[in-house]
């Protein structure tokens, strides 16, 4: 088993700083976030305790997300996960949930295209735009993991041009994004 194929240990120490055990330096939420959106598992582990934080800090780095305004979940939804904790045995949610997000990851090209066709708003104007907002959000999602990743990289070069037009991508629909919210707006 390679060293990417096995989760990135992180460890925390009392001093509550996360330390990643491949690199040997600090790291913070935020770097673990981008950990994840590479599609790499990691496990954050507490040094003196030997205690398995990882969820612990998986929640707070959605909480941060979402109170940045960044909405990622909808709010119907975290009512359901609320609910779902008052269920003796933790109902079906989480189970459900991961069946959701396995399926998404397996067919994430399919639905988007799904999602497209069946939907009567696809002659509506911006709809390209909220398109290209959903399967940016089921990449962010999953990872990028299927169907998205591109092969034949090689070259740092060519990682770094990959950044720049993901980073004008999301530029872009941010812009579609905002001219869309305005349409909207306007027609209420």
Do not use: C
């Not at 299927?146 to 980073?167: L, Y």
């Amino acid at each position: 088993m390679g060293d990417k194929d096995k989760p990135l240990l992180i460890k925390r120490y009392a001093s509550r700083r996360l330390y990643n055990t491949e690199t040997s330096d600090y790291v913070t939420l935020e770097d673990i976030a981008g950990f994840i959106r590479a599609g790499r598992e990691v496990q954050i582990i507490d040094l003196k305790s030997g205690d398995d934080l990882t969820r612990q800090y998986l929640l707070q780095i959605i909480a941060e997300h979402e109170s940045r305004g960044e909405n990622i979940l909808p709010v119907d939804v975290l009512n359901d996960l609320v609910r779902s904790y008052m269920v003796p045995g933790g109902g079906m949610m989480p189970e459900f949930l991961s069946s959701s997000f396995e399926m998404l990851r397996n067919n994430q090209s399919k639905v988007v295209e799904q999602m497209s066709a069946m939907n009567p708003m696809a002659q509506m104007p911006g709809f390209e735009a909220m398109k290209a907002q959903q399967e940016t959000f089921l990449k962010a999602m999953t990872g990028g993991m299927a169907g998205g990743m591109e092969s034949g990289w090689s070259g740092a070069g060519k990682t770094q041009d990959k950044a720049d037009e993901k980073g004008e991508d999301l530029n872009e629909i941010k812009q579609q994004l905002a001219e869309l919210q305005d349409k909207l707006s306007r027609l209420k």
